[in-house]
């Protein structure tokens, strides 16, 4: 599977879009709601998103930044890698497994309920610009190391996919929360 940085930034529109119309003429109260004790709210999975995407920016800024040392250049569609494609498609909606986030990405809600959405945003637009920053490396040669565990390596490449994999997970996740949301 192979991935462009122009294609990473048409998933990103993308997302931002299903978000915004998953959010549409929601209440606080709805934004808030969850549909089982232990269960995410519509909040929580886009302050998680935002959370788990502000995560990756370190790392991807550090990986950039060796690939452009190293004279590391290219452009066009990137090959995924193995590890990449396996965490880009256990990732992909709608999803066979489910794991518990860690700690450090637990959704914390930064003010109202009503606050999140515009805030992961925000996030996406950041997001983007560091995509843009990649132009010109070869994101199929640059190596990444997850900020989760330095285990977990990857192409560069990956790593933008596996921010707008996990985007489509999640806003999938919220389009069953509104399924399952009492009408009102």
């Known amino acids: 599977m192979k991935k462009s940085l122009d294609e990473i930034r048409a998933e990103i529109k993308t997302a931002d879009a299903e ?3 998953l959010c549409e003429g929601l ?3 709805q934004l808030s709601w969850r549909p089982q004790p232990g269960k995410w709210s519509i909040a929580e999975n886009l302050a998680h998103l935002n959370i788990t995407t502000q995560t990756y920016v370190p790392s991807i800024q550090r990986s950039l930044q060796a690939a452009r040392e190293r004279g590391m250049t290219g452009s066009g569609s990137f090959d995924l890698g193995f590890t990449g494609k396996l965490f880009v498609g256990y990732l992909e909606p709608p ?20 606050d999140a959405l515009p805030q992961f945003l925000r996030g996406e637009e950041a997001f983007a610009k ?4 990649a132009e010109g490396v070869d994101c199929g040669r640059a190596g990444f190391v997850s ?3 330095s285990i977990l390596r990857m192409k560069l490449i990956a790593a933008f996919a596996t921010v707008t994999a ?3 997970r ?3 996740i919220i389009e069953r929360i509104r399924e399952q949301m009492p009408k009102s």
Do not use: N
């Open 19 to 21: 978000a915004q119309r």
């Open 27 to 29: 209440t606080e109260e």
């Open 95 to 114: 999803f066979k497994v489910k794991t518990k986030a860690p700690k450090a990405i637990q959704p914390v809600l930064q003010g109202p309920a009503k």
């Open 130 to 133: 560091l995509v843009d920053s």
């Open 147 to 149: 900020p989760f565990a």
């Open 166 to 168: 996990h985007d489509r």
């Open 170 to 172: 999640h806003l999938w």
